[in-house]
């Protein structure tokens, strides 16, 4: 099953009776808004320049992209948190396919406002074995144009969800990155990216495999 279908049929279980029809409603206006919005069409693009950065692993250990990079192309995938269920199906779909990734001389990390601790988490949850990455009040996330501010009136479903992201991130912002998915040269462009205003919506791992081969051919 393709990672977008088990996110699909994971939905349809919250349509078919999981979710209370006017919370489930409240879900969807808020991604109709941020659609409307525009600003996943003000999200950096294919061809243009990533922004270095260092942020620290979940065990606290500074990682900038500049070493990242020296060793190969750099995929990172920008994620709400662990208590996002379709996040942590993308991770375990991103797991299945780091083998491919770094058979073509590839890093891969994810990226999420949340805790150390909680993404400690993360990756005893979903048994990665690939970096992730703390970005306090989404500060990176804002860099390549992900950011959001949640309306009030979604910060109290995901409160009543048991899901303070106050205590979960650390910081009372309330903000969000947009799920997105980038592949950066080693030369710092952008070979792929991937933004979806809706989270429900994630690409294939498979998808980032072209660029990441134009950039293993390119560096032949």
Avoid at 49 to 58: E, I, N, Q, R
Avoid at 73 to 96: K, T
Avoid at 145 to 174: C, H, K, Q
Wanted: with cysteine.
């Amino acid at each position: 099953m393709t990672l977008q279908a088990k996110l699909d049929e994971f939905k349809a279980g919250l349509a078919a009776g999981k979710v209370p029809p006017e919370i489930l409603a409240k879900l969807n206006q808020s991604t109709q808004d941020l659609i409307a919005s525009g600003l996943a069409a003000r999200a950096l693009k294919a061809g243009e320049a990533a922004p270095a950065f260092t942020l620290d692993d979940a065990e606290g250990n500074p990682i900038p992209t500049s070493e990242l990079l020296a060793k190969g192309p750099l995929v990172i995938s920008f994620y709400r948190g662990v208590w996002c269920p379709f996040c942590n199906m993308e991770l375990q779909a991103l797991q299945a396919a780091l083998p491919a990734i770094t058979e073509l001389g590839a890093s891969l990390v994810a990226i999420s406002p949340q805790t150390a601790a909680n993404s400690r988490k993360s990756v005893r949850q979903n048994a990665l074995t690939f970096p992730i990455l703390s970005d306090p009040r989404n500060e990176v996330a804002a860099m390549f144009g992900l950011r959001f501010t949640l309306p009030g009136y979604l910060a109290e479903v995901y409160r009543g969800f048991g899901n303070d992201l106050a205590s979960i991130n650390g910081d009372d912002s309330w903000t969000l990155p947009m799920p997105g998915r980038f592949v950066i040269g080693q030369d710092g462009t952008i070979l792929y990216a991937e933004v979806n205003p809706d989270y429900t919506h994630r690409p294939e791992p498979e998808d980032i495999l072209p660029a990441l081969r134009h950039a293993a051919g390119a560096a032949a």
